[in-house]
């Protein structure tokens, strides 16, 4: 522990309805300057159980308010935290380490607009019925919530992900024990703050912190949780699917990706580089929809990646905190030495390093020497073998390859585990559909990245994860569905 503990920011679990301290705490860093700046409850197995508890007993009331009580809460949620985004940003950027620009633009107010819109969506839910009029019966479908929802986020985007599961959840009538990312906890905290004056009942939305190995794992294996959604590593989804399966819980495992952009030599660059730019090197390329395998038509190839690279070396690395940056600090050391690793790998494969990593130098102001930051990289003449062409990277990296035909790029997208997002440009409407119905992915952008309507499937195929998550597809997580029969 430090000297200067006193000035630490320490947070507390919420636990039905109340902040609770914990017996031991973790240090969690500011990325931007290498320093601990706040201390974290290392929950366990005794902490996961009273909020399981907690979760448990406010269940049969919350379940049975109607869809426009839970609304109206969610949506009193939303204004809250809207009134207070600049601290809430603020702390989202130190803690994380992104820009304060994305936190203000991206995080924050996509955290506000996930209560809104399931507030909205859970008044616009039907059930199905179907009549055999001649066997005198009528079929029909009542929709319940499930219990004790047990929701997993990670660090890249953290109050932004957590509401997306925190909202459909409880608005379908479930309650609630969440496990934010112990690197990255802050703004789940100072959402707690705020449930009782949004009218959260206590019990309803129970928040632990912790690790994944402890408090994640207590979570996992708790009998009285039927369903986990996990957003976060295959590695990690791979344990939760072990542990949670004597249990036969429901899961919707959000997971990595290895997202490829396929660029046409029939595409608008003026469009598509500083697109490519920003789905490779937003957040510190620190978002599961992050581009990092760039495929580009032989015919445009050499302008693409010489307009590319010179766009690259304009993107300003710095003090996530200063409004002009584009690029923040990684999440941790370990982190950042294991993207640094990848860049090491590919220059040993012969690959080029065009700019970034051990190319340029980093120039960076007096308080952030010892934070984790690294020049958004490119990288050339990488083999689709190498591990840079197939494992999640998840950094300001990307490699950028030629290819010839349509068959060939499709094939070639489709070689790797992943199956998350992928983005295609051209301006042959037959070839963008062509092309999109056989790439081997949850999400295809077509000359644009990152265009979300929430309505909508968000999901992956393969190693990219299980479920979908989205207006609809939540709403059916969320609740367990009954068939009811009727002779008359």
């Known amino acids: 522990t430090m000297a200067h503990s006193k000035d630490l920011l320490v947070l507390e679990n919420f636990i039905g309805g109340k902040f609770v301290p914990c017996s031991s705490y973790i240090d969690s860093y500011n990325p931007s300057t290498g320093d601990v700046y706040c201390r974290v409850p290392d929950s366990g197995k005794e902490e996961v159980e009273a909020a399981v508890k907690a979760a448990k007993y406010a269940f049969p009331s919350w379940s049975s308010k109607s869809p426009l009580e839970r609304s109206q809460i969610l949506n009193r949620l939303a204004d809250l935290i809207e009134h207070d985004l600049e601290a809430f940003a603020q702390a989202e950027s130190k803690d994380q380490g992104k820009t304060i620009t ?41 929709r319940t919530p499930v219990g004790v929802a047990g929701l997993i986020s990670p660090w890249n985007l953290p109050l932004y992900l957590l509401t997306w599961k925190i909202a459909p959840a409880i608005a379908c009538g479930n309650t609630v024990v969440a496990k934010p990312s112990e690197m990255t906890s802050v703004t789940a905290w100072m959402m707690c703050k705020l449930l009782e004056k949004a009218g959260v009942p206590p019990g309803v939305v129970n928040v632990v912190f912790g690790t994944g190995a402890k408090t994640g794992e207590a979570l996992v294996c708790h009998p009285d949780v039927p369903l986990i959604s996990f957003t976060g590593s295959t590695l990690t989804a791979q344990r939760i699917t072990e542990k949670s399966a004597p249990h036969c819980k429901r899961l919707s495992l959000e997971l990595g990706g290895k997202n490829p952009a396929i660029i046409f030599d029939d595409a608008d660059l003026t469009q598509c580089i500083p697109t ?21 038509q032989r015919g445009i190839y050499s302008e693409f990646l010489k307009r590319f690279v010179a766009e690259a070396k304009k993107w300003k690395v710095g003090n996530p905190s200063d409004p002009t940056v584009d690029v923040g600090a990684l999440i941790s050391k370990e982190h950042l030495e294991k993207v640094r690793s990848y860049v090491k790998k590919a220059r040993a494969e012969g690959a080029r390093v065009l700019c970034g990593e051990g190319v340029d130098s980093l120039v960076l102001p007096g308080g952030n020497q010892k934070g984790y930051f690294m020049l958004p990289t490119v990288i050339a003449e990488v083999k689709d073998e190498s591990c840079c062409m197939q494992e999640e990277i998840f950094g300001p990296v990307t490699c950028v390859v030629a290819f010839d035909t349509e068959e060939e790029v499709v094939e070639r997208a489709n070689s790797v585990k992943y199956g998350l997002a992928a983005t295609v440009w051209s301006s042959n409407v037959g070839r963008v559909h062509r092309v999109a119905q056989r790439l081997q992915s949850g999400l295809v952008w077509t000359n644009c990245w990152l265009v979300r309507d929430l309505n909508l499937p968000f999901g992956g195929m393969k190693a990219s994860g299980i479920g979908r998550e989205g207006g609809k597809d939540s709403y059916e ?12």
Do not use: W
Not at 108 to 126: G, K, M, Q
Not at 276 to 296: D, K, M, P, W, Y
Not at 477 to 488: A, G, P, R, S
């Open 477 to 488: 997580f969320f609740t367990e569905v009954k068939t009811i029969t009727i002779k008359h």
């Open 276 to 296: 490519t730019l920003r789905s490779s090197f937003a957040n510190q390329g620190e978002i599961c929809l992050c581009t990092s395998r760039i495929f580009v």
């Open 102 to 142: 994305f936190a203000r633009t991206v995080d924050i107010p996509r955290a506000v607009y996930n209560f809104r819109f399931f507030a909205s969506s859970i008044l616009h839910r039907t059930t199905e019925c179907t009549e055999m009029a001649t066997m005198g019966c009528v079929h029909y479908t009542s």
